[in-house]
């Protein structure tokens, strides 16, 4: 008789919590997370796990010194490596791990998740730099995390997320500048501090930089003005709604652009804390994928 079992699935996909993937397709698509760190003074809080969003705002409002943020180490990244193992015995040729993180010009997380791929010899093991943050970064995930379930081998599901990465867009409203500019991260933005206090600046994500796009004079103008950019997109294949502690702002934009863009694949998820600390409360943003010209 023919054996017909089905074939193990052959490649598993890891990222950072930095990604915003939602929960229940974290769940759906057996993708592994490896949170990062949030730093109120000496405490050292695993972002999503022992500090939720609701808590960080909270406590960002009342703390008197800006938390920082930290990769998670190498150690964290092998432990998920060697929690996968198991699940891969016997998916033969092609298998392996894709990790997928954010840009590398901007975290450790990248440097520290390849570092820790070398200390694994028993399956092969693709670190890949998405350029991006957030959901940005999330669409490549989920992307390769769908090929992952459907049997692509480890080359395939790495040509899946190479085909999407030129396809996203990230841009975001920050309702202040002051977080930014506190973070350190952004060059421009240490720089610009003064000129940009009454200004809602929309800034976007390329090639792992963050780029100041243009200056506005009112938070009402900014949004409009994001909207203006997501349409002049063209035709989207997906399309996240993000915010940082800013619910009911984020369900209107959501439904603005859920009315130009009906096609599109489109979720709502609040940024990880990890992000807040960075952007800070009330930001709003947008992470697209440019639908491909085969088919638009």
């Known amino acids: 008789m023919m054996n017909t079992a089905p074939t193990p699935q052959r490649v598993y996909v890891v990222t950072d919590s930095t990604a915003d993937v ?11 997370v490896v949170p990062n760190y949030i730093n109120f003074g000496l405490e050292s809080l695993r972002d ?35 929690r996968l193992l198991p699940r891969l015995e016997g998916a033969g040729p092609g298998s392996g791990i ?7 010009n901007l975290s450790a997380i990248h440097n520290t998740a390849l570092l820790a791929s070398r200390s694994l010899a028993q399956v092969p093991i693709a670190v890949l730099n998405s350029g991006m943050l957030t959901m940005a970064l999330g669409w490549q995930v989920i992307a390769a995390a769908r090929a ?12 899946t997320v190479e085909a999407v990465r030129p396809r996203v867009r990230l841009y975001a409203v920050l309702d202040t500048l002051e977080f930014l500019h506190r973070s350190g991260r952004v060059s421009w933005a240490r720089a610009a501090m003064g000129a940009l206090l009454r200004i809602k600046p929309i800034v976007e994500v390329r090639d792992g930089q963050v780029f100041q796009r243009e200056r506005v004079r009112t938070r009402k103008r900014a949004v409009a003005r994001l909207v203006e950019i997501t349409e002049a997109l063209g035709p989207l294949e997906a399309l996240a709604v993000l915010h940082t502690n800013a619910p009911e702002a984020v369900e209107q934009l959501h439904r603005t652009l859920a009315a130009r863009f009906p096609d599109a694949e489109t979720i709502v998820e609040e940024a990880t804390p990890v992000l807040g600390v960075h ?7 947008i992470a697209a994928v440019v639908r491909a010209p085969d088919t638009a």
């Open 148 to 159: 992952a379930r459907a049997g692509a081998s480890l080359e395939e599901v790495i040509a």
């Open 279 to 285: 952007v800070g409360p009330g930001a709003l943003g």
């Open 98 to 104: 894709v990790s997928i993180h954010c840009a590398a």
């Open 22 to 32: 939602p929960a229940p397709l974290v769940e759906e698509l057996e993708i592994t």
């Open 48 to 82: 999503q796990v022992e500090i939720s969003r609701q808590s960080f705002y909270r406590r960002l409002a009342t703390e008197p010194v800006l938390p920082t943020t930290a990769a998670p180490s190498v150690g964290d990244f092998e432990a998920a490596y060697r």
